[in-house]
């Protein structure tokens, strides 16, 4: 038997249990309910295992059951993927992620206010169409793309740091904000030389660029691409190259930073012209340098960490948006690596 000794609590009685809530939910056009409720329910499978809410859909009714403020987040959520496929975009289960995160955020600075208020910064280009932030760290990246010249980002693999650079550098473009994209990587060998890469040097290089390619692909036509890299409006290419180059009216990114070295990482910055934008995106966790030798990316984020014009982002393991198993993946190594510097006594 339970007895009370806080005459308090005593007399204020048992805490009230929140009640289990219901909402049903009616979208007037029965193809774009299918569309957000997805591919055999696989949406609102999601956002039953990220709320914690009960879901039944109906055509195009949906009831939610759970906890009252679960519920509610619930709704907006679908009201909210609802009103982007009413605009003809498309949802992704990352887009319900995102959704779930964008709505999250809303709430919590403006509770009383519109749904657009505090929404998710998003880029927009004539393929794709709008692309919206799926977490605060993809929003406050996004903002420093269009606040800062000069951006850091640092984190893990599929945080979104190359993809969203890309789309932000179409977009200026796009919109005549630059004249050029400049893409560049260093091409670290891991392992191999290349001099024992078979074809010219464009196939040597090509495979050290391949995702910069899928990311413009992503973003423009490919006839767009084409033309642009015939043209020079597109540059993709090796860090190498950038050397005694004075870069104005672009954007320039460079991806994988955590693999250029000091001299290279200033060189690199030192190409910065008038009307540029530079982004330098990079895992430092993961960096391909040999032995002993200082990553370029770390160093200048150090050495620039004053300077109130340049942007810096982090992202974390929580910060994954390529597939829940990389999220996991991500964090087991991050574990071990602390645990590594513990058992070794580093700070």
């Known amino acids: 038997m339970t007895t009370i000794d806080d005459p308090l609590l005593a007399a204020r009685g048992p805490e009230p249990v929140d009640p289990e809530a219901e909402i049903t939910l009616a979208f007037e056009n029965n193809r774009h309910a299918s569309l957000v409720f997805g591919l055999y329910d696989q949406n609102l499978a999601k956002i039953e295992r990220r709320l914690r809410v009960a879901s039944f859909a109906n055509g195009n009714h949906v009831t939610l059951k759970g906890k009252s403020e679960a519920c509610e987040h619930a709704r907006r959520v679908l009201e909210a993927l609802y009103e982007r496929v009413a605009l003809g975009q498309t949802i992704t289960l990352g887009d319900v992620d995102g959704a779930i995160e964008e709505s999250a955020r809303q709430r919590s600075l403006f509770p009383d206010s519109e749904p657009s208020r505090g929404a998710f910064e998003q880029i927009l280009t004539r393929k794709r169409g709008s692309v919206r932030a799926r977490n605060a760290a993809q929003d406050q990246y996004l903002r420093a793309l269009k606040r800062y010249e000069l ?18 550098a179409v977009q200026l473009m796009e919109q005549g904000a630059v004249e050029r994209l400049i893409l560049s990587r260093p091409a670290v060998e891991a392992g191999e030389r290349l001099g024992f890469l078979p074809g010219d040097m464009r196939d040597k290089v090509d495979p050290y660029l391949r995702p ?125 690596a602390r645990a590594n510097k513990q058992t070794r006594g580093d700070p």
């Open 212 to 336: 910069i390619y899928d990311a413009l692909h992503d973003f423009m036509d490919a006839r767009m691409v084409e033309r642009g890299m015939q043209t020079g409006l597109i540059e993709v290419a090796p860090l190498a190259f950038m050397r005694g180059r004075t870069l104005t009216r672009s954007c320039i990114l460079l991806d994988e930073a955590q693999n250029a070295s000091s001299m290279q990482m200033k060189m690199f910055l030192t190409r910065l012209g008038e009307g540029s934008r530079m982004i330098v995106t990079g895992d430092p966790s993961q960096t391909d340098l040999p032995p002993g030798q200082k990553s370029g990316l770390s160093e200048a984020v150090n050495l620039l960490a004053n300077l109130d014009v340049v942007g810096r982002v982090r992202f974390s393991e929580g910060d994954v948006v390529r597939h829940d198993l990389v999220r996991q993946i991500v964090g087991a190594y991050e574990r071990a």
């Open 151 to 168: 951006v850091f980002a640092e984190g893990p693999a599929g945080t979104g740091k190359t993809w969203l650079a890309v789309g932000h």
